[in-house]
């Protein structure tokens, strides 16, 4: 049973599990669309075939997975460059309104870098110093984003 | 006139010191769009559009082409660099590229995309020159069952380049197709899996997931597989290709090219389904398929010459017949709108100025493109250099400006995010991530064209056996599938019998 268990963490079995997992998922999405509406096929009809495909293909990678035991999955270093990469975006994309340009781009650096153990603080402070400009001078000058470039707190203050 | 007095003609007008400045700023606009992630030729075309009233027809017509080839050079370049597919159809210059840019052939890679693309770029010109309104009939005899068929090669292209199990690359394609689906549904105006959320309801754009999938996966990968110092290309052994290299080159550029404009002139297909049956074609033809995927270099200079060939014969049905192939040939005809000119089957007559101006600065653009381009390698491989610990948090910074570029909202950020996040599951499960894209882009156009066939007949599935295009098509994606499904079982039969 310990080789059932193995088993189960195979990738094929995982991954037969997500894709089993997504058609559930699609098809509670699309639970209220018709399936076949007056002009022919309706909203429901492509998202629930893709979504059947999938659970059959789920399934058949699942039973595969049991019956042969394929290669476990291999996260030995780590969920932290997953993490902060992630983190470091989210964090862009929730500050830029609210800061700016200037700062998102340089706190998305900052974090970022942190996903790399092997960099000076001085290095993380420079590179982040460098890409903000570089970033606010190509997007934010020569594009003319129209995204504030400061906070805008400090704008309406001057 | 005659092809050749046409081309002659054309070469006048377009070598005029107006037109060759415009084509020339439209090349480098074009490059520099294609190169920086986010913005896409689409954005700067339609920001030129009020530009080009104040130019002559044929000048406003040049530099927008100039921006839209120019962006499939540009996009090549970030592909085989870091990976990161600046264009659509430059996700599958990623696979091969990137690996040549990791063996130290970077230089070599970059060389043979813009080789491929410029002769895939003067063959097609000459193609649209002697053959325009013929082909552009050819194209007319396709119905909405036929492109069903066209777009569901391109799916199977996307399995049979695959390297992994039969069952994840299908998987992944219709979880691309599935999230094309995520939006508002176009006939019956119902919202479609966006769970409530506003920002999905316009749909999820192509940028965001690949920016995701590819810059952020990638980078995340690498991180985890060198506990965050990177990995290090190996040393640059030569920036030119060989005498070998270009041999090797030369008939995938060749065949990529036919498929390419074949594609390309078929309303739905376009750069990226040429690019990746280009791909898919030299895999399977290849005596060492096994090399794709890890820097062969036919799988650079296929799709290479495939996406520009189909970037150029996209022109075809638009000149000819008025009909866009896609939303930049849309954008083409309303800059010639704006000039009171109506494309159609009588344009290479009545304006042949602008007919045979355009052609000729195409091949005028290619050699601009190949003189930009080529010396810009030395520059390219030296950014290469740059230890990996500057460079990932540049390329975090640079998507997520870029993709907030795309529509000025925070909600693509995101959803690059999340999908930095999906794209980090797959790899970590052995699923590929190219098909995704495939899936995502031809999804929409696949449900569309499928619902028109069925209500054309109504509701019979089997016109798709009965049309003769159709049939034909379904008969060769059937083959490619069976032919990608062989040695798996193959193996397996073989390994029942060893047990």
């Known amino acids: 049973m310990p080789e059932l268990a193995d088993r189960m963490c195979s990738k094929d079995f995982l991954g037969g599990a997500l894709l089993v997992a997504l058609s559930v998922f699609v098809a509670f999405g699309v639970r209220d669309l018709e399936f076949h509406s007056d002009q022919g096929i309706g909203p429901a009809y492509f998202p629930l075939v893709g979504a059947g495909i999938l659970l059959l293909l789920g399934v058949i990678l699942c039973v595969g997975a049991l019956l042969h035991g394929q290669d476990s999955i291999d996260i030995r270093h780590g969920i932290a460059p997953a993490v902060l990469i992630t983190i470091s975006v989210v964090l862009f994309g929730s500050l830029l309104d609210w800061v700016g340009l200037a700062f998102s781009s340089a706190v998305a650096v900052l974090v970022a870098s942190a996903a790399s153990r092997h960099m000076k603080p001085a290095e993380r402070i420079s590179l982040a110093v460098i890409l903000t400009v570089l970033t606010v001078f190509i997007f934010g000058i020569f594009l003319a984003l129209p995204v504030p470039i400061w906070p805008t707190w400090i704008a309406t203050r001057s | ?499």
């Open chain 2, 1 to 499: 006139m005659t092809v050749d007095s046409g081309i002659i003609h054309g070469l006048l007008i377009a070598a005029t010191p107006n037109n060759l400045a415009l084509c020339f700023l439209g090349c480098l606009l074009g490059t520099a769009v294609g190169v920086l992630p986010g913005i896409g030729p689409l954005a700067t075309m339609a920001m030129l559009l009020p530009v080009t009233f104040y130019l002559t027809p044929v000048g406003a017509l040049i530099m927008l082409s100039g921006v839209f080839y120019g962006a499939q050079y540009g996009g090549s370049t970030t592909a085989i660099l870091i990976k990161l597919p600046g264009e659509a159809s430059s996700v599958v210059t990623c696979l091969d590229g990137h690996a040549m840019a990791q063996n130290g052939q970077g230089g070599v890679a970059l060389a043979i995309a813009a080789l491929a693309s410029v002769l895939a770029g003067c063959l097609t010109t000459i193609l649209i020159a002697a053959a325009a309104p013929p082909l552009a009939e050819v194209a007319l005899a396709f119905q909405s069952a036929d492109y069903v068929s066209v777009l569901l090669l391109g799916l199977v292209a996307a399995i049979v380049l695959s390297h992994g199990s039969l069952v994840k690359s299908i998987a992944t394609i219709v979880i691309g197709v599935l999230i094309g689906t995520v939006g508002t549904d176009l006939s019956s105006g119902a919202y479609r899996l966006t769970f409530g959320i506003p920002a999905l309801i316009d749909g999820i754009d192509f940028v965001p997931v690949a920016m995701g999938l590819f810059g952020l996966a990638e980078i995340i990968a690498n991180l985890e597989a060198t506990r965050g110092i990177g990995r290090k290309p190996a040393d640059v052994k030569s920036l030119w290709p060989s005498l070998n290299d270009l041999k090797m080159s030369l008939m995938p550029a060749l065949r990529g090219t036919a498929i390419g404009a074949a594609f390309g002139l078929l309303p739905g297909g376009g750069p990226t389904i040429g690019a990746f049956s280009a791909y898919s074609v030299e895999k399977k033809i290849s005596r060492t398929p096994s090399r794709f995927g890890r820097g062969a270099i036919e799988g650079v200079a296929a799709p290479e010459a495939a996406n520009n060939a189909a970037a150029q014969a996209s022109f075809i049905p638009m000149l000819s017949l008025g009909i866009p192939p896609n939303a930049l040939m849309a954008l083409m005809i309303g800059a010639m709108m704006i000039h009171g000119i109506t494309p159609g089957p009588n344009i290479i007559t009545k304006q042949p100025d602008l007919f045979w101006g355009v052609v000729a600065s195409m091949w005028i653009g290619n050699v601009i493109l190949v003189l930009l381009n080529l010396p810009l390698i030395r520059f390219w491989i030296l950014l290469l250099k740059i230890p990996y610990r500057f460079l990932f948090p540049s390329i975090v910074v640079l998507c997520c400006v870029g993709t907030y570029s795309i529509s000025n909202t925070v909600s693509d950020v995101f959803i690059m995010a999340g999908f930095g996040i999906f794209g980090w599951i797959l790899k970590t499960l052995d699923f590929e991530a190219a098909p995704l894209l495939m899936g995502l882009v031809l999804g929409p156009m696949l449900e569309e064209n499928f619902r028109r066939a069925l209500s054309v007949s109504n509701g019979d599935l089997m016109i798709f056996f009965q049309r003769p295009i159709s049939a034909s098509i379904i008969a060769i994606c059937a083959a490619l599938l069976v032919g990608a499904a062989l040695p798996a079982l193959r193996r397996k039969r073989e390994t029942v019998f060893v047990e």
